[in-house]
């Protein structure tokens, strides 16, 4: 893409409705827009990064062997109405009348659609389990949207569902999903924490927040230092496959003290070692759920059981709120000049700053470079000083900025910047991208 027409309206002085970080910075950078309260539109750059994280959410859910859906966004009010949640909700739920006075409502979460899919076609426990997700639209009436897109009304969010034949069968799918969560967080770039939990509307008896550390966290969180050194993506890590690997897994996630402000426990904090203590500010960014039989019982889903008895599947449901997730990543990871995204997924993997449009030696590298990063690097080609242009990288937060000014065009050499430690070094083009890896 080339910065001179693109899309991407940076802004030079800080919003003053936005009183975090991350909000002030996805505005300053031309992320998003609000069109209504806690209702944004994505632009270029911001939909990049969201359609980055979902892919990192999609490989992880499908690796755990969940299969992927797409359920509407406007639900009928009879199926909750059939589990009793319609009432219950309250103002959260925007509702809706179509034409036929029918009610409908714009979906905050899916648990009656799904299970309504569910009893239409499972017949039998041969087969199950089955874990369907979908990553779609939700609305939310909260009463104060705020923090941009971290508490919107409308948010973009992977919720998964779980449908197995006993208790067992439903703790593993459980344990599954959380293996999912960790690998998918630390791909990108996040220490993430698995916190016991209230169920609250979603109801149940088993449940875990997954915190971000960030430093400007809504919560104080507690917790023990296994959780930093755990690496979830190398080879001989935990694997989905095994029931025994997953309860060693959930072992090891449940076994080490980790809690929010609201659930923290002072005399079991004090059996943790002095050097393995941590303490930070965390963002909920997941949240999971074991409920049994809450909705499948009040909707009447059954399948024909072994012994040829109906029996009702038990269910859980497994959240990420995937926009949310943008503003909770530039939490963790942002310095007074700009966001710093992870590699895997900034929207694009590098800046091209030409400091000198017009010189036909900068002109020619820089259109070399562009055409070689196939679409991967964003090129400042703006009559613009060199000032702004750094400025605007900076502010943009691309893991890598190659700066090309006249001196090293005609000495065939560019400037390589490393934005998260600012780090610089002079390279041949070709060391550019063999770095890169573009
Ligand atoms: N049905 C369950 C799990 S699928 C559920 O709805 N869980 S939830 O209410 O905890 O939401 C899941 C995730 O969505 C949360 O962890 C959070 O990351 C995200 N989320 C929830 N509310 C909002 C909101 N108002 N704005 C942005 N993200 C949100």
New binding site residues.
């Given amino acids: 893409m080339r910065l001179s027409h693109a899309f991407i309206p940076t802004l030079k002085e800080t919003p003053a409705e936005a009183q975090i970080a991350s909000h002030r910075l996805m505005l300053r950078a031309g992320l998003v827009r609000q069109t209504s309260a806690?209702i944004y539109a994505w632009l270029p750059l911001g939909l990049r990064v969201l359609r980055n994280i979902e892919r990192i959410v999609r490989a992880e859910q499908d690796a755990a062997g969940a299969q992927e859906i797409l359920m509407p966004t406007i639900q009928p009010a009879e199926l909750w109405k059939e589990s009793g949640r319609y009432e219950d909700y309250g103002k959260e739920m925007l509702r809706i009348r179509d034409r036929h006075d029918r009610d409908m409502l714009y979906g905050?979460?899916?648990?009656e659609m799904v299970t309504d899919l569910f009893r239409q076609s499972i017949r039998s426990y041969k087969e199950l389990p089955q874990i369907l997700y979908h990553i779609q639209w939700?609305f939310?009436d909260?009463v104060r949207?705020r923090f941009g897109?971290?508490?919107?009304?409308e948010?973009l969010?992977k919720?998964?569902?779980s449908f197995d034949i006993d208790h067992a069968g439903a703790v593993n799918s459980y344990r599954k999903m959380m293996l999912a969560y960790m690998r998918t967080f630390q791909r990108m770039g996040l220490k993430a924490i698995p916190m016991e939990a209230d169920t609250?509307?979603?109801g149940g008896d088993l449940s875990h927040?997954?915190i971000i550390l960030a430093p400007t966290g809504e919560s104080q969180v507690y917790y023990d230092a296994a959780f930093e050194e755990i690496d979830y993506l190398s080879g001989d890590s935990f694997s989905h496959e095994k029931p025994e690997d997953l309860a060693r897994f959930f072992e090891v996630m449940t076994g080490h003290y980790a809690a929010t402000d609201e659930k923290h426990d002072a005399a079991r904090w004090d059996q943790v070692a002095a050097n393995r203590k941590r303490e930070g500010r965390g963002i909920?960014?997941?949240?999971?759920?074991y409920f049994g039989t809450k909705y499948t019982k009040s909707m009447g889903a059954v399948v024909a059981g072994p012994d040829g008895k109906p029996l009702h599947p038990e269910m859980g449901?497994?959240?990420?709120?995937v926009?949310?997730?943008v503003g909770a990543v530039i939490e963790a990871s942002h310095d007074d000049n700009g966001i710093i995204w992870p590699d895997s997924i900034a929207p694009f993997k590098a800046a091209i700053l030409n400091l000198k449009i017009g010189d036909a030696g900068c002109d020619a590298l820089c259109e070399r470079l562009y055409a070689a990063f196939g679409g991967n690097a964003l090129y400042d080609d703006r009559a613009d000083r060199a000032g702004a242009k750094f400025a605007d990288a900076d502010l943009m937060g691309h893991p890598w900025q190659v700066v090309v000014g006249p001196r090293g065009a005609a000495a065939g050499t560019v400037e390589l910047k490393r934005r998260a430690t600012g780090e610089r070094v002079e390279v041949t083009p070709e060391e550019v991208l063999a770095r890169i890896g573009a």
């Fill in positions: 806690g905050p979460t899916n648990e939700k939310r909260e949207p897109v971290m508490r919107g009304r948010f969010m919720d998964a569902y609250g509307p979603i927040e997954f909920e960014v997941g949240h999971i759920f449901s497994y959240g990420v709120g926009s949310r997730l």
